[in-house]
């Protein structure tokens, strides 16, 4: 079902949000729990006692292997965060990445961290607009969208970047959020907060393929793997996040049990 009821984000406000969350003095302990990765865990099984700081590792390690990149290579990875991904990019394939997040605080935070990880010769960091790279036609080998789309204005618009910036061969691996199977007619309320308070909108599933296919991206891949992340990270997040003892804007526990909201890891390829 597409998503009729939500604004669309802006790209400003998306970066004031990501800029605000860097500026409470509590976050940057609680993303050393996340391993400095902003993104859902994977669990294999869901059922293991993985915590939530390998489990986001390993959502980047099945981006990664989709990626196919060595030393060689240049990968963009599209809406950063504070680099966690590219790092863990760097040190396991040798490849250069450049990230780009429209939170300037994030930009500074990546550059620093990845400095201090040893990375910063190869993992680089800068301010920029994922609906318009600031980047030359064919300038990667491979592009990663790791949980950045959802905050976009137009994810056909940012498809279409990404395969121009891809060289011919070049590979584009993402995740998205999605609505699964409504079991009433309108989006579950608590899915919509959800979406309000974090600038996001749901994906349409059913016009993901035909997407990709207009931008001139071959798809190789489209997995469902809500089973393996949604319910426990909000579980794990929670838990984190509330032993903060601080009020926040949206309360997790509201989506437990709701099995409607989903997650999809696509792979592409360009012609
Ligand atoms: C949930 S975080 C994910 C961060 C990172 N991919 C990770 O997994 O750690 C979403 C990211 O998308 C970025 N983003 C959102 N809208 C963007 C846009 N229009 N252009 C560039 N980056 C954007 C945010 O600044 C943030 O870095």
Redesign the pocket.
């Given at each position: 079902m597409s998503d009729t009821t939500l604004s669309v984000?802006v790209?400003e406000e998306?970066?004031k949000l990501?800029d605000q969350i860097l500026k409470d003095e509590h976050t940057y302990e609680q993303f050393e729990k996340f391993n400095h990765?902003?993104?859902i865990g994977y669990w294999d099984d869901p059922t293991s006692d993985v915590p939530m700081r390998e489990a986001v590792v390993r959502l980047t390690e099945l981006m990664v292997e989709r990626l196919r990149v060595d030393v060689e290579d240049r990968v963009l990875?599209?809406?950063?965060?504070?680099g966690?991904?590219a790092t863990q990019i760097v040190r396991t394939t040798g490849a250069r990445v450049v990230g780009?997040?429209?939170?300037e605080e994030?930009v500074k935070l990546a550059t620093r961290l990845a400095t201090e990880a040893g990375v910063g010769d190869r993992a680089t960091f800068q301010r920029?607009?994922?609906?318009r790279l600031p980047f030359e036609d064919e300038s990667f080998d491979a592009v990663m969208a790791?949980?950045?789309i959802l905050?976009?204005p137009s994810r056909e618009q940012v498809l279409s970047e990404a395969r121009r910036v891809l060289r011919p061969g070049g590979r584009l691996v993402l995740t998205d959020f999605f609505e699964r199977a409504p079991h009433t007619p309108g989006m579950h309320p608590a899915i919509e907060g959800f979406c309000r308070t974090a600038m996001t909108t749901m994906a349409d599933v059913d016009d993901y393929v035909p997407m990709l296919h207009r931008v001139g991206l071959r798809v190789r891949e489209l997995l469902d793997i809500t089973e393996q992340t949604m319910e426990r990270t909000w579980r794990e997040t929670l838990e984190i996040v509330s032993q903060n003892d601080r009020p926040v804007d949206f309360d997790l526990a509201e989506l437990f049990g709701v099995d409607e909201f989903g997650c999809l890891l696509v792979a592409a390829d360009r012609p």
């Open positions: 984000p790209p998306v970066g990501y990765q902003l993104h990875d599209l809406g950063c965060g504070i966690g991904p780009v997040s429209i939170s994030q920029a607009d994922a609906m790791l949980e950045s905050h976009m």
